[in-house]
């Protein structure tokens, strides 16, 4: 079955860049997510990528998709305090009829002051 | 801006009574689902919902779970006789019309079984 994979943890300091990654193996996948869950709450959107762009831009946010290597990653230019959560890519596959998603494990991003 | 809204946003239970998690989804999306989290693991898929049926569903969503819309608003979750490893976070989740890719989560339903 389809399966996504994302790094534990990620510290970067205030102000940097953050680079969050993910691998997919389901090749049919045509949109990809990046969510955000802050402690106790639900899962925010906070982007989504089809799977013919390699780019999508979207103020601090930039995701990139390889598709030949199925890589997506989520760079969040000027890292803040507040942009401390867990994130968690997921996929949507072609495959099926309805459209429910597979998650990765999720990464907890720390930003440092 | 519209939200898919969940209640309640905790519930504890004891083992083997029923429990019925509701949501309200989006007003103008036709499709419905509900997945779970278990604590420190990943957001699980359980079911899809469309069309006043379900669509698809994963092997956790056995016959303990079913799923309704009793009203043009609601969407529940019913678990008939909780286990101890029902104990999850439960989000409903929405989105609309073909095209209309974006799957709104709602804040969630904490499970504790007893």
């Known amino acids: 079955g389809e399966d996504v994979e994302q790094s534990l943890f990620l510290s970067v300091r205030e102000g940097d860049s953050s680079v969050i990654n993910c691998t997919y193996t389901?090749?049919?996948?045509?949109?990809l997510y990046w969510y955000k869950q802050e402690p106790g709450a639900g899962l925010q959107l906070l982007t989504y990528?089809?799977?013919?762009?390699d780019m999508k831009q979207d103020q601090r946010l930039t995701v990139l998709l390889n598709k030949k290597d199925k890589h997506l990653s989520l760079r969040i230019a000027d890292t803040q305090t507040g942009d401390s959560a867990i994130y968690f890519c997921?996929?949507?596959?072609?495959?099926?009829?309805?459209?429910?998603?597979?998650f990765g494990s999720g990464t907890q991003l720390t930003v440092l002051p | 801006e519209p939200e898919v809204t969940q209640t309640p946003s905790h519930q504890v239970t004891q083992m083997g009574q029923e429990v019925i998690l509701r949501c309200v989804p989006i007003?103008?999306?036709?499709?419905f689902y509900w997945y779970r989290q278990i604590l420190g693991q990943k957001v699980e898929f359980l079911v899809s919902?469309?069309?006043?049926?379900?669509?698809?569903k994963s092997e956790i969503f056995d016959d303990q779970f079913s799923v309704e819309r009793p009203d043009g608003s609601n969407f529940t979750l019913k678990i008939r006789s909780t286990k101890l490893e029902d104990s999850a976070m439960y989000f409903c989740?929405?989105?609309?019309?073909?095209?209309?890719?974006?799957?709104?989560f709602g804040p969630g339903t904490r499970l504790l079984v007893l």
């Open positions: 007003s103008n999306h036709l499709y």
């Open positions: 919902f469309y069309n006043n049926e379900i669509s698809e």
């Open positions: 989740a929405s989105t609309g019309l073909a095209g209309q890719e974006t799957q709104y």
């Open positions: 389901d090749s049919s996948s045509t949109y």
């Open positions: 997921a996929e949507r596959s072609r495959t099926g009829s309805a459209r429910q998603l597979t």
């Open positions: 990528i089809f799977s013919n762009m």
